[in-house]
């Protein structure tokens, strides 16, 4: 019982079971911080608030997810994420069973900010978790797997929700969308490990293949290769790997993501606040139709979050660039046709589908570009910084989209918005470079550099 595990024999595949888990508890997740944007149309009819008002209900969560993120990076750096994510799940879904006993919109302010805050740890260690459970050539479509997850809630919440505050009222949403948090609180728990080491159903072969360890497996199925005027747009270097927290600040490759990131987030999340009552008020869908055509543009993005990871790790070798720039770009022209189509519902639909599949054809890129800047000890505080800068675009695009619909009573002048923080977006894109992977992707070594998030596991997988 003591002996070593046995590198014989093919690996296990218990990497799975944990990206699926991941994607299980992150629907929850979304599911919770997104029901808010159904529910707006109520609200409003209940506590007779300006659009600005119903804005800062969204965009408050953000607030206090951005704030989280770094303290929430550092502690999981330290800890891991198995009980901390577990803990954050469990909080939050209480959070979210009393906001349905609010009698005010000030009282559903502070609970969304506090659902924020309780929120932060669960993104970090998400994708925390997936830089140590998956080697190199995998992470771009385990990632794209997790990124999938943020769509299948909006594509779902609008109909349930809608199904529930008809029958029994907007409150009854938050009570019954607390109940698969508590849940997934315990699933994460017991399926998750911090590190495949620590979990019995991983054989060696398995943890040797994740962490590319002596010779295990090939470290790379495909060559990176040249891809010549592609890495002359993306400005490929190889460069070393950001090794301490001092590092991480200074580099503009990780501002420069933070920023395209933050407008990213300013389209989707002022997206799945405003779609629903743009739906209801500039096109004249009922409750019913509203629900079902705002879960379009999800449809679209489910696909291209998948889609998006498998392209870049196979058709770009790896390259993360690329596509976040096709999702800046494409998503512009998208959100551009979705402001000028004519009343024609399949029209309507198309384009939101469209739109939904090029915003996430990238999204993935936004997390996983970090991972080959930096180290595993150094990835959890890169993606801390990234998750909270970034996140901060969904504190400030509800808002002022509802100011500007306050101001002017157009969608069109509001959702040009949107359209103008995507080209911004695709600009800074380019300001950055890509970083050529590491040619060996073996344990942790002296040579990588102190770290404030050091780790007492022999093969932390470098990212």
Same mark, same amino acid.
Do not use: C
């Given at each position: 019982?003591?002996?070593?595990?046995?590198?014989?024999?093919?690996?296990?595949?218990?990497?799975?079971?944990?990206?699926?888990?991941?994607?299980?508890?992150?629907?929850?997740?979304?599911? $919770?911080?997104?029901?808010?944007?159904?529910?707006?149309?109520?609200?409003?009819?209940?506590?007779?608030?300006?659009?600005?008002?119903?804005?800062?209900?969204?965009?408050?969560?953000?607030?206090?997810?951005?704030?989280?993120? &770094?303290?929430?990076? @550092?502690?999981?750096?330290?800890?891991?994420? /198995?009980?901390?994510?577990?803990?954050?799940?469990?909080?939050?879904?209480?959070? !979210?069973?009393?906001?349905?006993?609010?009698?005010?919109?000030?009282?559903? &302010?502070?609970?969304?900010?506090?659902?924020?805050?309780?929120?932060?740890?669960?993104?970090?260690?998400?994708?925390?978790?997936?830089?140590? %459970?998956?080697?190199?050539?995998?992470?771009?479509?385990?990632?794209?797997?997790?990124?999938?997850?943020?769509?299948?809630?909006?594509?779902?919440?609008?109909? @349930?929700?809608?199904?529930?505050?008809?029958?029994?009222?907007?409150?009854?949403?938050?009570?019954?969308?607390? &109940?698969?948090?508590?849940?997934?609180?315990?699933?994460?728990?017991?399926?998750?490990?911090?590190?495949?080491?620590?979990?019995?159903?991983?054989?060696?072969?398995?943890?040797?293949?994740?962490?590319?360890?002596?010779?295990?497996?090939?470290?790379?199925?495909?060559?990176?290769?040249?891809?010549?005027?592609?890495?002359?747009?993306?400005?490929?270097? $190889?460069?070393?790997?950001?090794?301490?927290?001092?590092? #991480?600040?200074?580099? %503009?490759?990780? %501002?420069?993501?933070?920023?395209?990131?933050?407008?990213?987030?300013?389209?989707?999340?002022?997206?799945?606040? %405003?779609?629903?009552?743009?739906?209801?008020?500039?096109?004249?869908?009922?409750?019913?139709?509203?629900?079902?055509?705002?879960?379009?543009?999800? @449809?679209?993005?489910?696909?291209?979050?998948?889609?998006?990871?498998?392209?870049?790790?196979?058709?770009?070798?790896?390259?993360?660039?690329? !596509?976040?720039?096709?999702?800046?770009?494409?998503?512009?022209?998208?959100?551009?046709?979705?402001? #000028?189509?004519?009343?024609?519902?399949?029209?309507?639909? !198309?384009?939101?589908?469209?739109?939904?599949?090029?915003?996430?054809?990238?999204?993935?890129?936004?997390?996983?570009?970090?991972?080959?800047?930096?180290?595993?000890?150094?990835?959890?505080?890169?993606?801390?910084?990234?998750?909270?800068?970034?996140?901060?675009?969904?504190?400030?695009?509800?808002?002022?989209?509802?100011?500007?619909?306050?101001?002017?009573?157009?969608?069109?002048?509001?959702?040009?918005?949107?359209?103008?923080?995507?080209?911004?977006?695709?600009?800074?894109?380019?300001?950055?470079?890509? &970083? /050529?992977? /590491?040619?060996?992707?073996?344990?942790?070594?002296?040579?990588?550099?102190?770290?404030?998030?050091?780790?007492?596991?022999?093969?932390?997988?470098?990212?």
């Amino acid at each position: 019982m003591s002996a070593p595990r046995s590198r014989l024999g093919k690996p296990t595949q218990y990497r799975w079971l944990v990206l699926g888990a991941i994607f299980l508890t992150y629907v929850v997740a979304m599911a $919770d911080r997104s029901n808010v944007g159904t529910v707006l149309p109520y609200m409003q009819q209940e506590f007779h608030v300006s659009n600005t008002a119903l804005g800062a209900i969204s965009s408050f969560f953000f607030l206090g997810y951005a704030i989280s993120q &770094i303290p929430a990076g @550092i502690l999981i750096g330290r800890m891991g994420t /198995r009980t901390i994510v577990s803990i954050a799940v469990l909080l939050f879904s209480v959070i !979210t069973f009393l906001m349905g006993f609010t009698t005010t919109a000030v009282m559903l &302010i502070v609970l969304r900010l506090l659902l924020g805050v309780l929120e932060g740890p669960t993104p970090v260690g998400m994708t925390s978790t997936i830089n140590r %459970w998956f080697p190199t050539k995998e992470k771009g479509l385990a990632t794209g797997v997790y990124i999938a997850s943020t769509q299948v809630a909006p594509l779902v919440v609008p109909v @349930i929700a809608v199904f529930i505050a008809e029958a029994a009222g907007w409150r009854a949403v938050f009570h019954w969308f607390a &109940i698969p948090g508590a849940i997934m609180a315990i699933v994460f728990f017991l399926v998750v490990r911090s590190r495949p080491s620590d979990a019995k159903f991983v054989n060696q072969a398995e943890a040797d293949y994740i962490s590319d360890v002596a010779g295990a497996v090939p470290v790379v199925a495909r060559e990176f290769g040249d891809m010549g005027i592609i890495d002359r747009i993306i400005r490929l270097k $190889d460069s070393a790997p950001l090794g301490d927290a001092r590092s #991480v600040l200074k580099s %503009w490759n990780v %501002w420069g993501i933070t920023l395209a990131y933050f407008f990213m987030n300013n389209v989707l999340y002022g997206m799945i606040t %405003w779609v629903p009552t743009y739906l209801r008020d500039a096109r004249g869908f009922d409750a019913v139709g509203m629900g079902f055509v705002a879960s379009t543009p999800f @449809i679209g993005g489910i696909i291209g979050a998948v889609a998006g990871g498998a392209v870049s790790d196979r058709l770009f070798r790896g390259r993360r660039k690329p !596509t976040a720039l096709i999702t800046a770009l494409m998503t512009a022209i998208m959100m551009a046709l979705v402001i #000028v189509i004519p009343q024609n519902t399949p029209l309507l639909v !198309t384009a939101l589908i469209l739109t939904g599949f090029f915003l996430n054809i990238g999204w993935s890129s936004f997390t996983s570009y970090a991972m080959n800047l930096t180290t595993g000890r150094t990835y959890p505080f890169t993606i801390a910084v990234i998750n909270s800068g970034g996140n901060l675009g969904g504190f400030f695009a509800p808002i002022i989209v509802g100011a500007l619909l306050d101001a002017t009573g157009s969608y069109s002048i509001a959702f040009s918005y949107f359209v103008g923080v995507l080209v911004v977006g695709f600009v800074l894109l380019l300001s950055i470079t890509e &970083i /050529r992977p /590491r040619k060996e992707q073996g344990a942790i070594t002296a040579t990588d550099g102190p770290s404030s998030f050091a780790s007492d596991d022999p093969h932390e997988v470098i990212a």
